[in-house]
């Protein structure tokens, strides 16, 4: 049980950090309703149990990968850069789904691989996943078999607090007016922006 809080505690820690994946949250919320905003939590937590599955297998070769050079230019760079173009596309984009137009549209599995790869594609998801599960496989000596209530307590706190931010968009969303959506989808969408070019000053080793 000392595990399962441990990973509840992280999780907790993790639900706290406002970053691409929240804006993202938010403004499929906000542009399609409720639904969307589940589908793109969805794609999230796809990504991260795919990433805690492979950093388990190798992360005693990944742990000195996100410290190299390459990784911390290069990653840092690509990243920032799709960060960017995501942002730059939900600015352009006017078109507004009703939650009745969602259910017959494409916008489900657009939705799932956006946020399926803002996850992916995020330097700071590889060094967050990597640093931890080093810490309890190479420094704490974890069996495998007891890391797995570590993982179960973390990726719980993060389906409850991506569910809870779904449902606080969509409270918010069903309050505004037209005009008060649209500002916060257009900040939603610079947000993203801002998140891209902050990956890229850290790749260029500005920041």
Request: hydrophobic share 50%; glycine share 10%; no cysteine.
């Amino acid at each position: 049980m000392g595990l399962l809080l441990e990973g509840i505690v992280a999780g907790m820690l993790l639900s706290l950090l406002v970053g691409p994946l929240w804006i993202q949250i938010t403004y499929a919320s906000m542009k399609s309703g409720r639904m969307a905003g589940f589908i793109t939590a969805f794609g999230i937590w796809i990504s991260d149990i795919l990433y805690i599955v492979g950093v388990t297998i190798f992360v005693h070769s990944l742990q000195p990968f996100v410290k190299s050079p390459f990784f911390e230019s290069k990653g840092y760079w690509v990243g920032g850069l799709i960060l960017i173009a995501f942002g730059t596309f939900s600015l352009l984009q006017k078109k507004k789904y009703t939650e009745l137009d969602y259910q017959d549209s494409k916008r489900k599995e657009s939705d799932l691989i956006t946020g399926f790869l803002i996850n992916t594609i995020n330097p700071f998801t590889l060094v967050f996943w990597v640093g931890v599960i080093s810490t309890y496989i190479i420094s704490r000596k974890i069996p495998l078999g007891s890391m797995v209530w570590f993982y179960i307590g973390i990726l719980m706190m993060i389906v409850l607090s991506d569910s809870s931010k779904v449902l606080l968009a969509d409270w918010l969303n069903r309050r505004l007016s037209d005009q008060g959506r649209k500002r916060i989808m257009s900040i939603a969408s610079i947000g993203l922006i801002g998140f891209g070019i902050y990956m890229i000053l850290i790749g260029l080793k500005v920041l």
